[in-house]
């Protein structure tokens, strides 16, 4: 596994409204008969006092017998186990690995997994996690106004499901998943999509985000965030951008982009190619699909 595996990062107030799922009966209908048929979990949203209601998504989990839960993060490379959640355990271990004999998502039964660990956690229920390695291979479905989430095979999906879903290219690429979108616009393919950054619209380098708010540096119309990473304050400088983002069939008019103060040049000093990431906001009324097969794409359900 590759072990560069930092997730971006953040906490932040998402303020977009929600709205249904579908606002098509049919569709609402076809969505609620999908978690019906198969295995899925209920989500929450973590708050972040002072910050947010919606900080991140906590996903229920049985981890070998012990329920709590593991934060959804497209972001990182590997599943994450918290602190001292190993400890304790008739766990094998290999090259810095465990082997957690049974691992369940809410109703979904993921079986045997292998894992990491990192010192930090924040104890009580938090348990870990949930990377993008237990997730290739599968579809996974993100309903954000239904808070629901389902990861299940290819073939298990209805016709319907994909005749009813917009795809836009993705890739698969140093253990990460990037999207193609149109922003500032131009086509670009070097943004993550990562969950662990919930409330972003997007995070790029500073360079970047001169170029897409129109902006020299920060002035009176700019936010200033002090925020949650990986137990360091930092702060995150946002500008609306002039130019919508379009991912897909969505087309996200004046997207908020940020940038890192403390870290300008976050994603130029990656060890591979990025430019930036998505997080989770600008899809909060929508239903998400990741077809993390062997040709990757990001859909949208219509």
Known sequence: ??????????????????????????????????????????????????????????LPVTLDGTEGYFQLDTGLDVTLLDGDVPDGRAWETHDGMYHVPSFAIGDIDVGPVWVRAREEGDGGKQLGSLGLDLLVGHLVVIDYPGRRFALFKPGEAPAWLWR?????????????????????????????????????????????????????????TTTKKRVNSWGKKITAIGAVAPEPLIIGSARIADPKVYYLEEQPRLFANWPFPAKGLVGNAPFLDRVVILDLGIRPRFGLLE
């Open 1 to 58: 596994m590759n072990e560069y595996y930092p997730s971006a990062l953040f906490l932040l107030l998402a303020s977009s409204p929600l709205r249904p799922a579908a606002s098509d009966p049919d569709a609402a209908r076809r969505l609620d008969s999908l978690f019906e048929t198969l295995p899925y979990a209920t989500f929450e949203w973590a708050k972040a006092k002072g910050v947010s209601e919606r900080a991140a998504i906590r």
């Open 164 to 220: 009813r879903t917009t795809w836009t290219p993705a890739v698969l690429r140093d253990a990460k998943l990037f999207l193609y979108v149109i922003l500032g616009g131009k086509g670009v393919n070097d943004l993550i999509f990562d969950t662990g950054s919930s409330a972003f619209d997007i995070v790029v380098d500073f360079d970047e985000w001169k170029e897409l708010t129109w902006l020299d540096g920060p002035d009176a």
